[in-house]
């Protein structure tokens, strides 16, 4: 449950294993079951066996960290140079950048070895990850459902143990909402915590990169490896010092429990689950109020309104020039834009930026793009208002479990309300953790959202940390994850 990261170091550090063998334990395991579970779009196992005899040399010599040696894997939408980076998308379709992203060169130095690149929804525009170019992941807890999205491919990976961890992004959600449907550990920094530079944009204000891990306390080992300020992104901000430890004193802890991200189709299931962790900190000691968050109806209106209009600018670059993919046969300039964008992107990704072009336009920018800024301003008021008395904000991380494959790829509506409880921290740029907390019918896993005020990110992992210790929730692999290759 906890400390896979740590306990993978030690080994490596007491020259129990090599990281030469344990990147072939991780292949042998990713060989055998991405077959079924879909998790690598595409792998790199010639780099990462170089990578991991380079870490072997850090280890010898006494300069390893914590992630030295340690396999690991990214999401299709992060740079490292000279690798496939698709975000599963016909368009970028063979792209190999040539440059890397600032949270891969920082892995990197530090010995990290990458596996390869993970499933996701296209442009990372989905809560399901089946609007990817390769098909959908698997959940590892029952493959005949969805492991949520858009990074449900490294959450698939991190639950099967594929890799030790992988890094997702998050601009609704992307990262806690495959981690709640898998049952793992996803992290959401501070908008601003991390470095950008290098993920492939989707919605530039709202866009983080975070770690999926099986336990707090590996999420918050690689969250310390990746932060910081970045000249070559000036939205990134420099986190605060000393920022370590993740004990806490849960008698001072003061839990805010925002009442209406318990309402919009919040499953029984859920809801129990949620107030039985609620309960677990009351009886510590912790002082939980209920608080207000009004404006949290019209988060998802917003988000939607805000992260279209961004993806309309942002996805203007694929035209058939400068990357990927060039449709075939066209008459002239205009005509080969036109019919590469038309077959390079998917249908989602196209209804995405017509509907944020259309609230871009001329005649509509006011009465849609500027009222959702405005309101965008009032969501952040209010929960500045609530921090004003809390610590941690306690929430389900989705409104139900993992749903079934298929299920509501055909009604989008539908499929925009798995995000309802996880948009709004981002439209406010908070950091938030969602573990696992319970199960729920057929053993699926239900995940608890841990939200905390804008750079108080240790405080969000520290109370996810006490939830994780007091009541470790693990659920079990189905059949077709199960692999006797062991680490
Ligand atoms: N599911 C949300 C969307 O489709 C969030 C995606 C994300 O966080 N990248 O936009």
Redesign the pocket.
């Known amino acids: 449950m906890s400390g896979k990261i740590k306990m993978l170091s030690d080994m490596l550090k007491s020259g129990k294993i090599s990281s030469e063998e344990l990147t072939r334990r991780y292949i042998s395991r990713i060989e055998r079951l991405n077959p079924s579970l879909n998790a690598y779009v595409s792998q790199t196992f010639d780099e990462a066996l170089k990578a991991a005899a380079r870490a072997d040399i850090l280890i010898r010599e006494g300069r390893a960290t914590s992630l030295t040696g340690i396999p690991m894997a990214l999401k299709d939408n992060i740079c490292s140079d000279g690798q496939l980076t698709t975000c599963c998308s016909k368009i970028l379709q063979g792209f190999r950048p040539y440059y890397s992203a600032t949270v891969w060169e920082k892995l990197s130095a530090q010995g990290a070895v990458m596996l390869g690149k993970t499933n996701m929804?296209e442009f990372?525009?989905?809560?399901a990850s089946e609007t990817s170019f390769y098909g959908a992941p698997k959940n590892p807890v029952d493959i005949s459902r969805v492991t949520g999205?858009?990074s449900g491919g490294s959450a698939a990976a991190v639950k099967a143990d594929m890799a030790a961890y992988a890094l997702g992004?998050?601009?609704?959600?992307?990262?806690r909402?495959p981690a709640s449907f898998c049952g793992v550990v996803g992290f959401k920094p501070t908008y601003g915590a991390v470095s950008r530079y290098g993920l492939i944009a989707?919605a530039s204000s709202?866009?983080q990169i975070g770690p999926l891990a099986s336990s707090v306390e590996d999420a918050a080992i690689v969250y310390d490896a990746i932060r910081g300020q970045d000249s070559r992104d000036q939205t990134s901000a420099a986190t605060p010092e000393g920022e370590t430890g993740l004990d806490i004193d849960i008698k001072n802890l003061r839990v805010g429990v925002p009442e209406e991200f318990f309402s919009e189709g919040v499953s029984d299931e859920v809801k129990s689950a949620i107030e039985a962790a609620i309960c677990l900190y009351k009886r510590a000691g912790a002082k939980v109020e209920r608080v207000k968050i009004p404006a949290f109806k019209v988060a998802l209106p917003v988000?939607?309104i805000i992260?279209c209009a961004e993806a309309s600018s942002n996805l203007g670059r694929y035209d058939g020039i400068r990357y990927g993919y060039r449709a075939e046969s066209f008459s002239d300039i205009d005509d080969m834009i036109l019919k590469t964008r038309t077959f390079g992107f998917g249908k989602e990704v196209k209804r995405r930026i017509m509907l944020g072009t259309y609230v871009l336009s001329s005649g509509y920018f006011d009465a849609y793009y500027k009222k959702a800024c405005l309101l965008r301003e009032r969501i952040i008021a209010e929960f500045a208002e609530v921090f004003k008395s809390c610590d941690v904000l306690l929430t389900p991380t989705a409104p139900t479990a993992a749903f079934k494959l298929g299920d509501k790829s055909a009604n989008s509506v539908e499929?925009?309300l798995?995000?309802i409880c996880?948009?709004p921290v981002?439209i406010a740029g908070l950091p938030a953790v969602s573990l696992p907390c319970g199960l729920g019918e057929g053993g699926l896993p239900i995940g608890l959202q841990i939200i905390a005020d804008r750079f108080c990110d240790k405080t969000a992992l520290a109370a996810a940390r006490f939830f994780e210790r007091e009541r470790p929730v693990s659920a079990p692999l189905c059949e077709e994850a199960k692999c006797e290759v062991e680490l």
């Open positions: 929804d990372a525009m989905g809560s999205g858009s992004s998050d601009t609704g959600g992307s990262i909402q989707y709202l866009d988000y939607y992260s499929a925009y798995a995000d996880t948009v981002n």
